[in-house]
């Protein structure tokens, strides 16, 4: 079985049209979140999950934008905003609510969560050296998975602590140096984790972290 990961596409119709053709030959592709914002075409992008039976979690992005979206249809500042991927149709408006914050699935007699920033927090992010505290909080808020996938930090990431993998396919988006501008694969039941540079098509090494409090 494999499965294609993105997140923090932010509206970039480009990027994800590119991870698209990368992981055309997945059984399904999973979103942890951030769609919108900052780029114009999250309504196109919205449709193309609709089609694909794209499963996706709301990121921090989405809850803003929900949250303030009639304050920004109401201003004078209307094309802007749109540009920035702030205003959005209703019809996305509406998908976006559906989303949960959270998945779990159960491929392959292998547990998944998937989350945005961590399981309780949207805003959260974590790095293969981030605190052990916050590690050991992961491990032990997640006793009965596998694998959680996370979003966020714009950054991949392979790591493992105690029974959990944590993986992070880094961000579609890619304008700010801080971008990974990629995507990844998840083979199950053999855990393989693949990420790809959108730029190229090509396979991006990220080393395996071992955190073991």
Known sequence: ??????ADIHGDLAGFQAALQLLDKTDFILCAGDIVDRGADADQIIKIFQERGIKSIKGNHEHSVL??????RQTDKIEQLTQL????????????????????????????????????????????????????????RCPDRDILILGHTHQPMHLIS????????????????????SCAMLTLPDRIFTVYDLNTGNKIEIPLVRREA
Request: hydrophobic share 35%; aromatic share 6%; no cysteine.
């Open 85 to 140: 991927g702030r205003i959005i149709s209703d019809e996305t408006v509406a998908y976006l609510q559906t989303l949960p914050d959270t998945i779990s699935l159960n491929i392959e007699n292998t547990n998944l969560l998937m989350a945005h920033g961590t399981p309780w927090s949207d805003i959260t992010g974590i790095y293969p050296d981030s605190r052990q505290p916050l590690i050991n909080q992961l491990v032990t």
């Open 162 to 181: 105690h029974h959990l993998t944590i993986l992070n396919p880094g961000s579609i988006y890619g304008v700010t140096i801080r971008d990974s501008h």
């Open 67 to 72: 949250h303030y979206q009639e304050r920004w």
């Open 1 to 6: 079985m494999q499965i294609g990961l993105i």
